[in-house]
Nanobody
Framework: QVQLVESGGGLVLAGGSLRLSCSVS????????MGWWRQAPGKERELTAR????????YYAPSVKGRFTISRDNAKNTVYLQMNSLKPEDTAVYYC?????????????WGQGTQVTVSS
């Protein structure tokens, strides 16, 4: 089981930046990949970025590639999402989630979410 606590959301003007943090508690972090998901009102939850804890390999959704950067700090057991050039359409609740890197690759553990609002 993985425990996740997000922080860092808020209100920002279009074109601005925010950094989200996700504090992770797990027995063996290298067994997991970490994802940042988001859900806007009336829309389905979507994966924006993912990082494998063991080797740092990443994935980005086309909608955020080149603007968002996911990273991890092994010493702090924390995953970050640096969001630059924010757009109003990035407004959503952002969730940190964990899935195993072997076996059934479902995101089983979720944080409570943090609101990001981008005003035009």
């Amino acid at each position: 089981q993985v425990q996740l606590v997000e922080s860092g959301g808020g209100l920002v003007l279009a074109g601005g930046s925010l950094r989200l943090s996700c504090s992770v508690s797990a027995r063996t972090l290298s067994d997991y990949a970490m994802g940042w998901w988001r859900q806007a009102p009336g829309k389905e939850r979507e994966l924006t970025a993912r990082i494998n804890w063991s080797d740092g390999s990443t994935y980005y959704a086309p909608s955020v590639k080149g603007r968002f950067t996911i990273s991890r700090d092994n010493a702090k057991n924390t995953v970050y999402l640096q969001m630059n050039s924010l757009k109003p359409e990035d407004t959503a609740v952002y969730y940190c989630a964990a899935r195993p890197v072997r076996g059934i690759l479902n995101y089983n553990d979720w944080g409570q979410g943090t609101q990001v609002t981008v005003s035009s």
